[in-house]
Nanobody, 124 residues
Framework: QAQLVESGGGYVQAGGSLRLSCAPS????????MGWFRQAPGKEREFVAA????????FYADSVKGRFTISRDKAKNTVYLQMNSLKPEDTAVYYC?????????????????WGQGTQVTVSS
């Protein structure tokens, strides 16, 4: 299984933007649906966004719809999460996940590989 490496996290003021990236350290995302999840201190890991292998079907959590965009670049073997209009409640560790199959899912248990996470902190 490919090891996943997230990057792009950081500290930003409310209303700002960040773009997270996820790439495999060895291996490939070919044929895999991809997802982003997040976990805030003291809370369970929650679904953020997912994209099919084809890139046609996208899922978003209601809390991020209209602000976040998930995309993938197959040539670069990279998945992105563009986060705009960030709010303090978006503060969390963000995790990239890969699913062994082309169809996306909102369920944590459906994903087979996970990255180590990248911290996003949004100040008010």
């Amino acid at each position: 299984q490919a090891q996943l490496v997230e990057s792009g996290g950081g500290y930003v003021q409310a209303g700002g933007s960040l773009r997270l990236s996820c790439a495999p350290s060895g291996g490939t995302f070919a044929g895999k649906a991809m997802g982003w999840f997040r976990q805030a201190p003291g809370k369970e890991r929650e679904f953020v966004a997912a994209i099919t292998w084809s890139g046609v079907s996208l899922f978003y959590a209601d809390s991020v719809k209209g602000r976040f965009t998930i995309s993938r670049d197959k040539a670069k073997n990279t998945v992105y999460l563009q986060m705009n209009s960030l709010k303090p409640e978006d503060t969390a560790v963000y995790y990239c996940a890969a699913r062994d199959g082309p169809y996306n899912s909102k369920l944590h248990a459906d994903y087979d590989s996970w990255g180590q996470g990248t911290q996003v902190t949004v100040s008010s």
